[in-house]
C-alpha cells in the first residue's frame, strides 16, 4: 500500500469518525444539521437525504458539520445557539469522543488477533536476574512488589517505576505461593530495566479492551508531556510533525503491514483527539471553553467578538502549520 493511499485512508477514517460524532449528537439533541462533509474544498460528490446534505471534497485534510445556526443567526427552534448550552457541550465533545473510542478500537484489534504477553514465563535468559533467582518456565507472577499483575503490560510497567531498585516478586508456581527477590538490570538495547524473561502470548476479549483502553491512555500521556516540555523550557520545534511528516510516517507503517496501518491510526486518532481539545478558538477545546463561560454568565460572548476570537485561532493554527511543515517536514526530507 503506497503512502499516499494509506494517508488518504487514515486521514479520512479520522476525519469521518469525529465529524460522525458531532453530527450524530446534534441530531440526537434536535439540532438542524445542514451538512455534513469529509474534506475541504471542491465537491467530488453530494447527496442530499431529508434536511442534510452529504459531502465528498477533494482535499482530505479535514471535515465539518454545518448546522443551523452555529456561525450566523438564526431563529428556528432547532439552531444550534437554541438548545441548552449542555446540549451544545455535547455536540462539541462528541467528536474527540469518537477519536479515542477508535483509537481504543483499534488497539483492541490489534491486542485481541495478535495476541498480548501474558504473565506467564515461556523462557527465561541465561545468567539474567530472573535467572539467577531461579524463575523457571511456567510460573507466573501474579504481583510485582506487591501490585497486581495481570500480564506482561502490567509487569513491565511495575518494574519501570521502580527505577533499578530490588524487586518483590509474587510467583504462582504449581498452584504454590512463592515469593522472589530480584535485582533488575538496565537494557541499553530496549531502554529499560529488565529481569530476563519472555511470556506465552494470550487472546482475551476483557484482557484486549483493558489493554486498548490503557494504551489509548498512554498515548495520550505521552502527548501531553509535550506541554510539561513547553512549560520546562525544553521543547523545540522539531518535535512536532505537520501533514507531509504524518504522510512520511503513515507511508512508513503501512510498508509493514495492514496492521501497523491499523497501529498508525489509532495513534493519529489519539493524537486528533487531545489536540482538538486544546483550548484554542477554532479547535473544538475553544468552542467548549466559550460554552463554559457562557454557563457562568449566563449569556454568550457576542457573535462579533466570537468570530474574531475564531479567526486569531485559525491564524495561530495556520501560521503553526505552514511552519512545521516548511522548517521540519520539508528539511527533513531534503537532508
Known amino acids: 500500500m503506497s503512502a499516499l493511499i494509506g494517508s488518504i485512508i487514515v486521514f479520512l477514517l479520522v476525519v469521518l469518525l469525529h465529524e460522525f460524532g458531532h453530527f450524530s449528537v446534534a441530531k440526537l439533541v ?4 445542514n451538512e455534513f462533509s469529509v474534506g475541504m474544498g471542491p465537491k467530488i460528490f453530494q447527496k442530499t437525504k431529508g434536511e ?7 482535499l482530505p485534510i479535514g471535515g465539518y458539520v454545518a448546522m443551523e445556526g452555529e456561525d450566523e443567526e438564526s431563529f428556528d427552534p432547532r439552531s444550534f445557539n437554541n438548545v441548552s448550552v449542555f446540549k451544545r457541550m455535547a455536540v462539541v465533545l462528541a467528536g474527540v469522543t469518537m477519536n479515542f473510542i477508535l483509537a481504543i478500537f483499534c488497539f483492541f484489534i490489534l491486542f485481541y488477533f495478535i495476541g498480548f504477553g501474558s504473565n506467564i514465563i515461556d523462557t527465561v535468559i541465561k545468567d539474567s536476574p530472573a535467572d539467577a533467582a531461579g524463575l523457571t518456565k511456567g510460573d507466573k507472577i501474579v504481583g510485582v512488589n506487591y501490585v497486581r499483575t495481570d500480564n506482561l503490560n502490567d509487569i513491565v510497567e511495575e518494574i519501570s517505576k521502580n527505577n533499578g531498585k530490588e524487586l518483590n516478586l509474587n510467583i504462582l508456581r504449581n498452584n504454590e505461593s512463592i515469593n522472589k527477590k530480584i535485582m533488575p538490570k538496565f537494557s541499553k538495547e530496549e531502554n529499560r530495566y529488565i529481569i530476563g524473561f519472555s511470556s506465552t502470548r494470550q487472546r482475551s476479549f476483557l484482557g484486549s479492551f483493558s489493554l486498548a483502553f490503557k494504551q489509548t491512555g498512554d498515548v495520550v500521556k505521552a502527548i501531553f508531556s509535550v506541554f510539561s516540555l513547553i512549560r520546562d523550557g525544553k521543547f523545540t520545534s522539531d518535535m512536532i510533525s505537520g501533514p507531509i511528516g504524518v504522510i512520511s510516517i503513515i507511508g512508513q507503517e503501512t510498508s509493514k503491514g495492514f496492521l501497523y496501518l491499523v497501529q498508525i491510526l489509532a495513534i493519529i486518532s489519539a493524537n486528533l483527539g487531545v489536540m482538538n481539545l486544546i483550548p484554542i478558538p477554532g479547535l473544538d477545546g475553544g468552542k467548549f471553553l466559550l460554552l463554559i463561560i457562557e454557563s457562568i454568565r449566563g449569556k454568550a460572548i457576542s457573535e462579533k467578538l466570537e468570530m474574531k476570537l475564531t479567526m486569531i485561532g485559525y491564524g495561530i493554527l495556520l501560521t503553526l502549520m505552514i ?10 526530507l531534503f537532508k
Open 30 to 33: 434536535g439540532i438542524k444539521v
Open 52 to 58: 442534510t446534505k452529504y459531502s465528498l471534497r477533494a
Open 323 to 332: 511552519y512545521v511543515t516548511i522548517f521540519n517536514d520539508l528539511g527533513r
